[in-house]
C-alpha cells in the first residue's frame, strides 16, 4: 500500500487526503488546528496528527520515512517551501509536491528541483483563455422608435 503524508487540512489538502485515501493509500495528515480533521469527515480512518509541518521530529512521528508521496498545502508559500525541501532533502521523499501560490516564487522552486504547483498561474491561463475564447454576443440593432425617438 502506497503511503501519503499530506501537510495542511485546508479546502485543498483535505481534498487531496480524502481522494488519495478513497484510492487505497495509507494516508497521514498533519495540520496545526485540531478542528480542521472535522473536513475529513466523522469516520475519517486514516492517521491526523496535529501540529507544525515544520517540525521535524512530528514528522517523523507521522511517518515521513516511509512516505511515498508528500503533499505540502498549508495557507503559507515559505512554510510549504521550507517543509517540502525538508522532504526532500533531509528525509530524501522522492516524491514531493508543493503548494506555492506565488507564481514568481513558484517558477524559482521549480527551476531548482521543487516540484511547485501554482494555482495562481492556471487561475491566469484559464481565465485568460476563457475571456479570448467565449462568445460575446453582437449588439442588436436599435428599434426603429428608438432611432426616431
Not at 62 to 67: D, K, L, P, R, Y
Not at 81 to 91: D, E, L, P, S
Request: hydrophobic letters at 45%; one cysteine or more; a negative charge.
Amino acid at each position: 500500500m502506497l503511503k501519503a503524508l499530506v501537510i495542511g487540512c485546508g479546502r485543498v489538502g483535505s481534498a487531496i487526503a480524502l481522494q488519495l485515501l478513497q484510492e487505497g493509500w495509507d494516508v497521514t495528515v498533519v495540520d496545526e488546528n485540531e478542528d480542521a480533521l472535522s473536513r475529513l469527515g466523522e469516520n475519517w480512518p486514516g492517521t491526523f496528527i496535529v501540529g507544525h509541518g515544520m517540525d521535524a521530529h512530528l514528522l517523523q512521528e507521522a511517518g515521513i520515512e516511509e512516505a511515498d508521496a508528500v503533499v505540502v498545502a498549508t495557507d503559507g508559500d515559505n512554510t510549504n517551501i521550507i517543509i517540502g525541501q525538508v522532504a526532500q532533502k533531509r528525509f530524501d521523499v522522492r516524491c514531493v509536491v508543493v503548494r506555492v501560490l506565488d507564481p514568481a516564487r513558484a517558477k524559482f522552486y521549480k527551476e531548482r528541483g521543487l516540484d511547485t504547483v501554482n494555482p495562481t498561474s492556471v487561475a491566469i491561463d484559464s481565465l485568460l483563455e476563457s475571456a479570448r475564447t467565449c462568445a460575446i454576443p453582437l449588439p442588436q440593432p436599435a428599434a426603429a422608435e428608438e432611432v426616431a425617438g
